[in-house]
């Protein structure tokens, strides 16, 4: 969901410069990087390390939730191709639910803004799991949900880590590289887009 459906990457990267910033650290892109697809705790534990501190992670996550959720609500707009695609799959009888790290206070906040409550199946948040990828448990739980072969499920995502859960649970993955991760070797990825207008994404469902 992050980086894919909406541009919250960003809205990430201000937060948690901000931290950093507070606490005498420049958050860069090669930081980011190895936060994408973490669960909160994990984030707070890794950016405890970069700072060089030992604060309390419940007191971190709030200072981070509190500014984040009024950047989702001022600023966070869906990606390119997301309706599109939203509609291409209604059309098609496709099936779809949303597999995230993030908790999912932070889901309903985009849902509610972009009117989206009722479009997906189900979620599988952050805080439904006790392993964030690239661990694949929470792309098992939603291919138990959804009760169907894994091999007939298509994940996309814009991380590394996020590729590796889907390849690990079974699952067809689809990269696409958001500004933060076009560096990385996706090549363990069933196929790489550019965004989720690309052609190939829907080419791909129907052919199964």
């Known amino acids: 969901m992050d980086g894919l459906m909406f541009d919250t990457e960003s809205a990430y990267s201000v937060v948690q410069g901000a931290m950093s910033e507070r606490r005498g650290k420049m958050f860069t ?3 980011k990087r190895t936060l994408m697809g973490k ?8 950016l405890n390390v970069f700072w060089g501190k030992n604060e309390a992670i419940g007191d971190l996550l709030k200072e981070q939730d509190e500014e984040l959720v009024k950047v989702y609500k001022n600023s966070v707009e869906k990606l390119t191709g997301l309706d599109n695609l939203i509609d291409f799959l209604n059309q098609n009888n496709i099936r779809k639910c949303i597999g995230t790290s993030s908790r999912r206070f932070l889901v309903d906040v985009l849902f509610k803004k972009h009117n989206l409550a ?53 699952c067809n993955t689809c990269a696409i590289p958001s500004e933060y991760t076009r560096g990385e070797d996706f090549s363990i990825a069933t196929f790489v887009c550019g965004s989720l207008n690309d052609q190939a994404i829907k080419d791909f469902i129907l052919s199964r």
């Open 29 to 31: 892109n090669e930081i």
């Open 39 to 46: 669960m909160a705790h994990e984030v707070m534990g890794l």
């Open 118 to 170: 009722n479009t997906f199946e189900f979620v599988v948040s952050g805080d439904m799991v006790t392993k964030g990828k690239p661990d694949p448990e929470i792309y098992n739980q939603c291919v138990a949900r959804l009760d169907m072969p894994a091999r007939e499920c298509l994940v996309l995502e814009d991380s590394l880590n996020g590729i590796k859960a889907g390849a690990l649970a079974g």
